[in-house]
């Protein structure tokens, strides 16, 4: 429909022209605005074209609308007329509707557009840091990430997802050294093991100068490539990237192990990225430290805000990190780099100022050619009902584990499913109550904060995830009852309910493509819970099994694609749709 909708602007343009050839300068606004109609009675889409030109041409707009209506060519898709004082308003011809039906049935892509340029997009998402549990945040850099990544890889782009995992940096001293005072076989933890270990670490560093000097020596071990350390600390990281690749696959998100590519595997790129910024001349000495200062980045005195490229003591940051996993990622696949044209980061909000410092000094050592798009894709902050950062009550992070298991007790506990075998029971409150979280995080306008609430998000009415599963289930078990026709024939529609649910279905192509194109989920959210709405007033409206001939097929063509609308766009969301609820 975004393509038709397109063709009908151009030929409102062009009917302009004809209609004023000879009359007025060619510099007219012929922008004809095309708007989606705010009354069902007002047709599909509506345009005040008429009424601005008459403003700059003069005359009555109505005339100017008539006049237009006179030279405008669109018979094929929609009809036209005026309405008011001269707005044009546009319904689709129901044939048009008849064939986007069609498409979406016999088209294994959906009628998403195949991008004229296909890009090769790296998305640094999820990114947890070793030795530590995954928090809210992280959930929403995996799933906002999984889902562009799908969505991405669906719009016809290349897509290589980089998990880039907190896995160096000086608490591993600590960590190290900890470990060895206990006496600890760091392969026989778990990460929350792991997790505490890291707060007991902290705590001895804080209280015991003897220790925290041996952490520091520990530090310097490590950099150095010291045989018994580095075992060490790759047991650490053996044991979190198991434990990450375990909800990884609980959460249905397609990272696995493969997409690492953690901030130690920086390290040797470091000194580059370094010596070459001083070679640019855009890094000063500050107490022992190198820093870069770029105009724009000021504190609040007016000051200029530092970034640290190494700090006096020689280490490296998460600063100089970012640069040479930017560098690899664009630099040519012929050089050992990733190729890409556009590099994405799904992270936290809190971290834009890191971002934008990032990019920008990039930018000036001339890392970033012209041609690539760089993107931090923000989100907002996860809260709890009360408003507030979301916390356990005794005031800790909330672990990803124990809120998966929460929400599927809670899909558990709604009402469907009453019929069926427990271990698909099972399966499905997985589904449901994974999918609830899920949708709950990617429906939400994403740089917005919003409040968690399980309750809400596994309700089975609203716009929910459930409510999408459990429309398509239940279109499931309507195609199964009428013997799983194979390729019905839509029809044009005839009831308005028809004609309001193909509308629906007709704007999922163009979803998808806004999605690859802003990076923002919530579209193709807001496009299934409409379908999913106009659905519900079809089954109310229009008897489908008890529908006969050519209405029957009609109405059996636009639940299959529904279905099909429903299955393909929660699997771009990462979401399952059980076939039974
Ligand atoms: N590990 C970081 C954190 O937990 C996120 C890393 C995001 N990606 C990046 N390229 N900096 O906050």
Not at 137 to 157: E, P
């Amino acid at each position: 429909l975004a393509d038709l909708t397109s063709t009908l602007d151009a030929r409102l343009r062009a009917a302009v022209h004809l209609a004023l050839a000879g009359t007025t300068s060619q510099d007219v606004d012929d922008d004809p605005q095309l708007r989606r109609a705010t009354r069902p009675e007002h047709g599909h889409l509506q345009t005040n074209l008429a009424l601005r030109l008459a403003a700059t041409t003069g005359g009555k707009p109505r005339d100017v609308a008539t006049a237009l209506l006179a030279h405008l060519d669109v018979a094929d898709l929609a009809d036209v007329e005026v309405a008011g004082p001269g707005f044009l308003n546009l319904r689709w011809r129901p044939e048009v509707l008849a064939r986007l039906v069609t498409t979406l049935l016999t088209d294994e892509h959906l009628g998403v557009p195949r991008p004229q340029h296909p890009r090769r997009v790296v998305v640094d998402h999820s990114s947890p840091n070793v030795a530590k549990q995954m928090h809210v945040g992280h959930l929403r850099s995996t799933v906002i990430g999984d889902a562009l990544a799908r969505v991405l890889a669906f719009a016809g782009h290349d897509v290589v997802r980089q998990n880039h995992l907190g896995d160096w940096g000086t608490q591993f001293g600590m960590l190290i050294e900890q470990v060895e005072a206990e006496h600890l076989d760091v392969g026989a933890l778990d990460l929350a093991a792991l997790d505490a270990l890291y707060r007991r670490a902290r705590a001895h560093f804080e209280t015991d100068p003897a220790f925290a000097e041996a952490a520091r020596r520990r530090v310097v071990a490590l950099q150095s490539g010291d045989e018994a350390t580095l075992t060490a600390w790759q047991s650490l990281v053996a044991v979190s990237v198991e434990a990450f690749d375990a909800l990884y696959s609980r959460l249905g998100v397609g990272l696995t192990h493969e997409h690492v590519a953690g901030e130690s595997s920086y390290n040797a790129a470091l000194p580059g990225v370094v010596s070459d910024l001083q070679d640019a001349g855009l890094v000063t000495e500050s107490d022992g430290a190198l820093c870069a200062y770029l105009d724009g980045f000021t504190a609040r005195d007016g000051s200029l805000l530092p970034m640290l490229v190494r700090k006096a003591d020689g280490g490296f940051g998460y600063d100089a990190t970012d640069l040479a996993a930017l560098r690899h990622r664009v630099a040519p696949v012929a050089e050992g780099g990733l190729g890409a044209d556009q590099v994405v980061y799904v992270v936290d909000a809190r971290q834009s100022l890191h971002f934008e410092q990032v990019l920008a000094l990039a930018r000036s050592a001339g890392w970033l050619p012209d041609g690539v798009q760089t993107q931090h894709v923000a989100f907002g902050t996860v809260l709890g009902e009360d408003g507030r950062p979301f916390k356990t009550r005794s005031g800790e992070t909330v672990s990803l584990d124990s809120l998966l298991d929460d929400a599927e007790a809670a899909a558990r506990a709604a009402e469907w499913g009453g019929s069926m075998p427990a271990e698909e029971r099972d399966a499905v409150a997985r589904a449901v109550g994974v999918g609830a979280v899920k949708y709950a995080d990617l429906s939400h306008g994403r740089t917005r904060d919003y409040r968690f609430s399980l309750a809400r998000m596994v309700a089975m009415d609203g716009d929910t995830g459930p409510y999408l599963q459990y429309a398509h289930a239940r279109l499931c078990s309507l195609l199964a009852r009428a013997g799983d026709p194979a390729a019905p024939a839509a029809r044009p529609p005839v009831h308005p309910a028809e004609e309001r649910l193909a509308l629906a279905l007709a704007a999922f192509p163009g979803a998808v493509t806004t999605v690859a194109e802003t990076l923002e989920p919530h579209h193709l959210c807001a496009a299934l819970h409409d379908v999913a709405v106009a659905l519900s007033r079809f089954y109310e409206a229009c008897p489908v099994l008890r529908a006969e001939g050519e209405e029957r097929e009609g109405r059996l063509a636009l639940a299959a694609a529904t279905r099909s609308v429903l299955a393909t766009g929660l699997g771009l969301l990462g979401i399952e749709a059980p076939e039974r609820m």
